[in-house]
């Protein structure tokens, strides 16, 4: 795809730097560099240039580098000006630009225009954001992965044999007195077992992109629990500083604290939450309410309770706290995984525990003196699915795994039509509707609203 304009935008973040890039693309870009740098660079060589204005004075000197079309990272004519990173100079520079005739990019423009010129697939696209945003060094790796073009590989290799398995089921269908086959067999014998083949080749990516959208989003863990329970000095444990104010005082927390941290690769996304009681005012109600609001959203739930409050409490054992607990439990919000936390136990003189068959899992720890903290992030990190960061993880999205998922039912329901003696018709639609679903996932069927909505989220100059 030629685009029509030439763009320009600021690639370097904002505030002031060592160094700052003003990137254009597009064809007008030799006309554009002949007026600021006097004349076009050699191709992909760093010349150093004066960068001048309209009157031919020097807005700032640097290095201009030149990639001429179609090998560039749009596709298109691209020239980076890289000169001193005062906020005031880039601006000056892209106002320049903008005076000859580029427009200001749209955030994540550079990126489209490499998609549609056929430079990344989409996937490899939305890593790049994914490169950039990412929040842990497994997320980058993960990420870096996908850029590379794994991800899209191994979607492609499913593609091609859910194509090639049509193409023996249809030849079938428009011959079927000829022997296409091999290896000997009825078409539906053999179909079934290349198709529960490929069936097995899914899941294997499903579980791979579902551990990389994990990765990628992070798990939100909403600390919960009756004031005075020790849900901040928790918060303040696992964040390893003082964000949340600790106090004797029921009732220090009234809004929602959050932290983000790192566990073990894992990007971990903290909630500590007011204590939930009835209301002394309308403040601490609205406090109750987000809190009860921000449990809906929660991967899971650390239910912190008060050791010495919660009743018998059997030697090592997590079923314990009798009713009243069961009572408080009842409370929380329908069919979200939690796992009650005893906290203070220090103060009990008891050592830490973790019991992983009751309903809901039971630990035993100390705020205060971190005892037990070890056992509480293995167990966040179990919560997570067993993520191995460093096999197999691919960066992806919500919308990949959803994608994964229609492909295998499509795929599922053909191979248990077969098993089920349906006619072999039904079987390549199946098979055809599953090549959609993946095509969604590299770009190759997209609505022009879903690319809006994806490359609107990047940065601008990228």
Sequence with gaps: M???????????APGRGAVGIVRVSGPDVPRLAALVLGSLPAPRRATLAQFRGPDGA?????????????????????????????????DLLRRRLLVLGCRAARPGEFTERAFHNGKLDLAQAEAVADLIDAGSAAAARAAARSLAGEFSQR??????????LRVAVEAELDFPDEDLGSGGGSVADRSQARATRALAACDALLASARRGARLRQGLCVVIA????????????RLAQEDVAITSDLPGTTRDLLRQSIELDGLPLHLVDTAGLREPGDRIEAEGIRRATTEMRRADRILYVVDASDAGPLPDRAGGCGGSALDAQLADLP????????????????????????ATPPRLGLSAATGEGLDLLREHLRGASGELDLEADTL?????????????????????????????????????????????EITGEFTSDDLLGQIFASFCIGK
């Design 2 to 12: 030629a685009a029509p304009d030439t763009i320009v935008a600021i690639a370097t």
């Design 58 to 90: 020097s807005l700032d000197a640097g290095l201009a580098l030149y990639f001429p079309a179609p090998d560039s990272f749009t596709g298109e004519h691209v020239l980076e000006l890289q000169g001193h990173g005062g906020p005031i100079v880039l």
């Design 155 to 164: 979607v492609r290799e499913l593609q091609a044999e859910l194509t090639a």
């Design 225 to 236: 629990g009756r004031p005075n329970a020790g849900k901040s000095s928790l918060m303040n």
């Design 334 to 357: 329908r069919g979200l995984p939690t796992t009650v936390v005893f906290n203070k136990i220090d103060l009990l003189a008891l050592t830490p525990w973790f019991d992983p068959t």
């Design 395 to 439: 960066s992806a999205r919500s919308r990949h795994v959803d994608a994964l998922v229609r492909a295998r039912a499509h795929i599922a329901e053909g191979v248990q039509a077969l098993a089920a003696g349906t006619l072999a018709e039904l079987f390549a639609e199946d098979l055809a509707q599953a090549q959609h679903a993946l095509g």
